[in-house]
């Protein structure tokens, strides 16, 4: 059975939302053993030596991941396949909404690619931008939502062939 990881940070929970639907889709669909750890203080010394595949995700706000998924990218994915994504909902997912595709791949470079090739000791299989949510203070309304579980099921199809 393939066996995968999927660790995520997340500040207002539309990351920890899109790891579950991936994590459903990888399991339901193509049959994969998943494990999904939110990271905090309590994760520190993640044992992933037994797993095929590594799903990184992570939340993008005030220009940044979070610090937790930023070290974790850290280590020696060396005979693994490794997999990223962001949730960054103001900035690139919102230009890729507008069709402004020149501020989009501006902004994927900027908190996906780079932050990747910086950090991580294997190029990813494959990589992905998601939406997320602004809240209106405390309050249930948004002042922006553009989260979508389509789009992290159309991603776990491609992971799943990509593993198969
Ligand atoms: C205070 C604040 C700052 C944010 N800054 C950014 C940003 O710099 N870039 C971006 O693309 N989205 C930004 N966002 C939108 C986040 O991407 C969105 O809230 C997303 O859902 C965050 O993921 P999370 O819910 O998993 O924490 C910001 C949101 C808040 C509330």
Redesign the pocket.
Known sequence: MVKTLIV?????????R?SEVIAKTLKEEFNHEIELVKLSSETENIDFSSFDNIIVG???????W?KRAKKFLKNDFSGKKLFVFI????????ALEKGEMDKYEK?KKR?LDNVVKKNANIEPTSTAVF?????KGNTEEFS?FN?KEEDMVKWAKEIGKLTG
């Open positions: 995520f940070g997340t500040r207002y929970g539309a990351t920890h899109s992570t939340s993008v706000a005030m220009f940044s979070t949730s960054s909902a103001a900035l690139t997912y919102a902004n908190f939406g997320g949510w602004i809240r922006l989260w």
